[in-house]
């Protein structure tokens, strides 16, 4: 086996095992003159070699067994420290296998169920990391091309006044649509880093949710929405405001993208046995439960249709927000039926 060039201390070497030998045998051997020197000379003297011949094979068994034990520690040792050095050349694919025949668990066996754990773990952000990048050179690579084409039509002689208009409006929103994405990612990131700490106030909700509400008058009025709100007269919380408005704007974006003109979309808010509850139904598309699994995944978008219209963060956002507060959500949703979202908060 090649040596470690990372070992600076000395080996154990035969010499060494030599030194142990002579070692042992002068210990065991001065043993049996001090038992001589008190006893006195036993008169078969035959008796004596004896001794000394089983002290020296004593020694010589000592040595093979402290040589078998050392080989034995080692073994699994260096098999987790080849595997750690492949896996810090970035093989996440490594494993290392029991040594055991029997099925049962020492501590070797324990060390190396740890390890291949400790393996998956980082294989797993790795592929996070890397679908992540990948997620994100995609999502910034759509509004940069709509800027790059606008800019180069808006240098084009002749525009009348109303296609400068056009294009510029258009490089506006490809551009609001970069600055959500890169706010967004970095609210994430300090939300998982946990660098955020929600200041927690007393305010009331059924405000929060109404001002949130009214500044999607437009867009209900664009799509011809009918929208319904069941709130209570007020719902004392104490959670960021701040944090939780995100929350808000996020699901009511979602319920007015997916439903279609003419449908409808209901906002309902109780408060009871000490938790607040505030959904979201639409009458949008639904989701099949392949998407509904996967909803609050970062840069997941189950319907393609509307990818230009988000980025695929903002439910991941939403609950991890929630999740600060300790609340909830979840989705229930049918395909061509509509989707609920449910939030739950603790009120104090």
């Not at 010499?15 to 043993?31: N, P, Q």
């Not at 296998?97 to 169920?113: C, I, T, V, Y």
């Not at 000490?274 to 959904?279: A, I, M, R």
Request: glycine share 6%; with cysteine.
């Amino acid at each position: 086996m090649k040596a470690d060039p990372r070992i600076n201390a000395k080996p154990i070497t035969r010499g060494s095992y030599l030194v142990m030998y002579l070692l042992m045998t002068f210990v065991c051997t001065a043993t049996l003159v001090v038992y001589v020197s008190q006893v006195g000379m036993p008169e078969d003297q035959w008796f004596l070699f004896s001794i000394a011949g089983l002290v020296l094979a004593l020694s010589a068994l000592g040595c093979a067994v402290f040589s078998l034990v050392r080989r034995h520690l080692l073994r699994p040792v260096r098999r987790v420290s080849e595997a750690a050095q492949q896996v810090a050349k970035g093989d996440f694919s490594v494993r290392l296998a029991p040594m055991r025949r029997d099925g049962k668990k020492d501590e070797f066996e324990l060390l190396f169920d740890d390890f291949n754990t400790m393996v998956e773990e980082l294989s797993s952000t790795e592929t996070l990391k890397t679908d992540f990048i990948s997620n994100v050179s995609h999502e910034m690579k759509t509004p940069l091309a709509v800027i790059r084409n606008y800019a180069e039509l808006l240098e084009t002689p002749g525009l009348s006044e109303d296609e400068r208009a056009e294009y510029t409006r258009c490089i506006q929103d490809a551009a609001r649509r970069m600055t959500e994405l890169i706010t967004n990612i970095l609210r994430l990131n300090r939300i998982e880093n946990q660098k955020i700490t929600p200041e927690r106030t007393q305010y009331d909700l059924c405000r929060q949710l109404a001002d949130c509400l009214l500044q999607f008058e437009s867009r209900w009025e664009e799509k011809h929405i009918e929208p319904e709100f069941d709130l209570e007269e007020h719902a004392p919380i104490r959670a960021d405001e701040s944090l939780l408005e995100l929350v808000w704007n996020n699901l009511m974006s979602n319920a007015l993208k997916f439903t279609a003109p003419g449908g409808t979309v209901t906002v309902r808010q109780r408060t009871e046995g000490g938790q607040v509850t505030v959904s979201f139904t639409d009458t949008g598309c639904g989701m099949s439960e392949a998407t509904r699994r996967r909803v609050f995944d970062k840069f997941y978008q189950g319907d393609t249709s509307h990818a230009q219209e988000g980025n695929g963060l903002g439910l991941a956002l939403a609950a991890r927000v929630l999740a600060l507060h300790g609340g909830t959500i979840t989705v229930e949703s049918e395909e061509g039926k509509g989707s609920t979202f449910t939030v739950t908060l603790p009120c104090g």
